[in-house]
């Protein structure tokens, strides 16, 4: 086996956090306990076709209950840092008003019980639980129906922002203030295959607008209340997109789905500006008027680190078939989430499926890593989520053994080796997912976790790559190669 000397090992910038991640409507459960009201998950778990599986988060993981079984879990592991979000609805029921100090109590709690632990807390102020309320009692005259396509949206996000900082802010240094917003804006208002369901591609685009304004707001909010040394930045789910071919119409749909993925976000966040293509790409859907000149340098906040989400690559060409794939992952959805991108038709990049059906390809990570080192100069990087399904089933003795997550965890750790040695500021990175749990619209049907969940009985049992992601945790190093296929440690 390598050394630690060994050139066969790659090591970690010191100080790099080793951390998993979860959310909270995925795994804390007590839907209707202590005040919390329903978000719109709840909702759209709760209607029949929505979930695989009529699943619904009313219990998930019962991590509401469970949290110091969590923790100590986590302690066991060496996790440096746990990324993990509040419920808006469990904390302000309405997503106006007065705040519940019994909701903030949880979240107290579990920071505490983190910090006696050494596990440093990374707060996401939003991980798609909008209230309930907010997506359907909007103000009177506004036609935008509700929710993030409303701009009323955004400053009650920053109120809620607000009243999690004022609790919080003692104890808590990384603070994010939304999870990918282009789930939240085009797979809830424009493919609905998220929550609220809505299938209208100009709601999408004022809800990734007042979204990108809700970070903008939030991040306000939490500068005036955090003490100075918060960092504060946000986690986006950026396309690493690919031209089928290099004709010049596949890298003009590369160029329409770089828009709509990623430039949407990066352009008013980095740049205080969109792009001018996406506004000629989008221009029979929108005027773009709900854009207030004075959002742009408001969205443009300073940030303090940036969250990459990572699964897999986006390949797109130009397509005039009707029924060529219009949406990564290609389930027959009716509905693309990508407004004014008719032309551009979807497929798989090589290598090897995930239960998610998405291919393990890392060099898409490598790509954006030294893609947002050049957009982003001086700004430090997280991967804040990166990880796979597998179908995962306990052998007779109970364990749970999973090559394959262990090789997509070494290939992706290997790959923000590689950025970081090609000059990205890359500090931390964190597993998706510390536990099985609520795949949104899978359901419980797909694992994730670190950390095997027995719906029945709630047992969690760590996966062998739980075990080698501690190990690699506690050395700061990657093993190189992978001889014989990963090894899960010796047998206890
Ligand atoms: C993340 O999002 C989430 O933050 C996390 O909660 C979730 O559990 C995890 O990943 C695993 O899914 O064009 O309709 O076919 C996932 C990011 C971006 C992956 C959109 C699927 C294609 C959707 N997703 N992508 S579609």
């Not at 795949?439 to 027995?454: C, I, L, P, Q, T």
Request: charged share 20%.
């Amino acid at each position: 086996a390598a050394t630690a000397s060994s050139p066969a090992t790659l090591r970690f910038p010191p100080g790099f956090l080793w951390g998993a991640a979860t959310a909270a409507y995925q795994i804390e459960g007590a839907a209707q306990e202590d005040g919390r009201t329903p978000s719109i998950w709840d909702t759209f778990s709760r209607t029949p076709g929505k979930v695989l599986g009529g699943d619904t988060g009313d219990i998930a993981c019962d991590h509401y209950h469970r949290w110091r079984d969590d923790v100590r879990l986590m302690a066991e592991l060496g996790l440096g840092s746990y990324r993990f979000s509040v419920s808006w609805p469990r904390v302000q029921p309405t997503g106006r008003g007065p705040a519940v100090q019994r909701g903030l109590d949880f979240y107290r709690a579990l920071v505490d019980e983190l910090l006696a632990h050494g596990i440093q807390p990374v707060v996401t102020l939003y991980h798609w639980d909008l209230p309930q309320d907010l997506e359907t009692a909007f103000p009177s005259g506004s036609s935008a129906g509700g929710g993030w396509p409303e701009r009323d949206t955004a400053h009650r996000f920053a109120d809620y922002a607000r009243i999690v900082a004022e609790a919080l802010g003692d104890r808590v240094e990384m603070w994010t203030t939304l999870n990918e917003p282009w789930c939240s804006a085009f797979l809830g208002y424009g493919s609905g295959v998220h929550a609220p369901g809505r299938t209208d591609h100009r709601a999408a685009l004022r809800a990734a607008h007042h979204l990108n304004l809700a970070h903008g707001l939030g991040a306000q909010a939490l500068r005036a209340t955090l003490p100075a040394r918060a960092q504060v930045g946000i986690s986006l789910n950026p396309s690493a997109v690919r031209p089928l071919t290099d004709a010049p119409e596949d890298l003009d749909a590369q160029r329409r789905i770089d828009a709509l993925a990623n430039r949407i976000f990066t352009g008013p966040l980095l740049k205080g500006a969109y792009p001018d293509d996406l506004f000629a790409d989008t221009a029979d859907i929108t005027d773009w008027s709900f854009v207030r000149p004075e959002d742009l340098a408001v969205i443009k906040h300073p940030l303090d680190f940036l969250g990459i989400n990572y699964y897999t690559p986006t390949v797109v060409s130009a397509t005039t078939d009707p029924s060529a794939p219009r949406q990564d992952g290609h389930n027959s959805s009716l509905h693309s989430p990508w407004p004014g991108a008719d032309g551009v038709a979807f497929h798989r990049a090589h290598g090897e499926l995930t239960a998610m059906d998405w291919p393990v390809d890392p060099t898409g990570l490598v790509d954006l890593l030294s893609q947002y080192t050049a957009e982003a100069p001086g700004v430090p990087l997280f991967i804040t989520e990166n990880g796979a399904a597998y179908e995962d089933t306990p052998g007779a003795d109970g364990r749970i053994h999973d090559p394959d997550r262990i090789r997509y965890l070494h290939a992706h750790l290997a790959a923000v080796h590689e950025a970081i040695r090609a000059g990205a500021d890359v500090r931390g990175y964190f597993l998706w997912s510390l536990l099985d749990n609520f795949e949104w619209a899978y359901g419980y049907s797909k694992r994730f976790g670190a950390v095997y969940v027995d719906y029945a009985s709630q047992a969690r049992t760590p996966k062998s790559s739980a075990r080698w992601y501690a190990r690699v945790a506690a050395s700061g190093a990657l093993e190189l190669p992978e001889a014989d296929g990963p090894s899960d440690g010796p047998p206890e």
